[in-house]
């Protein structure tokens, strides 16, 4: 994370001691230094990789880098905010500790669209209507049809007549293999019906010889 926080962020303007001397910004994870000035946590570590003094007393840093100050981070953290989605219409004004959980559900972020492929980023608050017009919108028939929906065919679908249609092609399928199978039954039963005459026939001749 960077320095401090904007200035602009605040409902009222910071106290000047609230201000990191490096970014010039309101403290973000106040810090202080051997020569008891203070400063972002980050901006002080990037100065002091290239230099080893104070950047406002220019006073050698010893001993321990920094302190945390945990005290000064909680006054800051209570301080008045406004969300950063203001210029979209959210009003909403918190205390600055809170600003991640609003950002979470804040109506008026600018959220991606959920349907693959879509592009665009939408206010929260208009995300329900942008997916429902969205040329990318794609869902399968949610009654089993198996019908893969989009925009072009949404409104004109019927899954009823759909089913409807689809079970007349399987039945009419399946009667026309009904009378495969009865043809080959009735070719079947000729055969066997020939077989058996043939059979009737030789066998009064077989009768005969054994007389003579």
Not at 38 to 57: G, H, S
Not at 58 to 83: A, F, Q, S
Not at 143 to 161: I, S
Not at 200 to 205: C, F, K, V
Request: with cysteine; aromatic share 6%.
């Amino acid at each position: 994370m960077g320095g401090g926080y904007d200035i602009e962020l605040f409902t009222k303007t910071p106290d000047y001691d609230l201000l990191c001397s490096i970014c010039h910004g309101v403290m973000r994870c106040p810090v202080m230094i051997s020569c008891g000035h203070i400063f972002c946590r980050n901006c002080i570590m990037q100065w002091l990789k290239r230099q080893r003094t104070c950047p406002c007393c220019r006073t050698e840093v010893r001993g321990k880098l920094y302190v945390l100050m945990h005290k000064l981070k909680r006054k800051i953290n209570r301080l008045d905010v406004k969300c950063p989605n203001e210029q979209n219409g959210c009003p909403a004004h918190f205390a600055l500790v809170h600003s991640q959980e609003h950002a979470e559900y804040c109506a008026y972020g600018a959220v991606p669209c959920s349907n693959e492929g879509c592009p665009a980023e939408v206010l929260r608050k208009d995300m329900c209507d942008h997916i429902h017009n969205c040329r990318y919108w794609r869902q399968h028939c949610h009654m089993g049809c198996g019908t893969l929906l989009h925009p072009e065919n949404r409104e004109t679908h019927n899954c009823y007549q759909e089913l409807k249609e689809d079970y007349a092609k399987q039945l009419y399928k399946l009667k026309q293999k009904a009378n495969r199978m009865e043809t080959i039954c009735c070719q079947i039963s000729r055969q066997l019906q020939m077989m058996n005459d043939s059979m009737e026939t030789a066998q009064p001749a077989a009768d005969t010889g054994e007389t003579e």
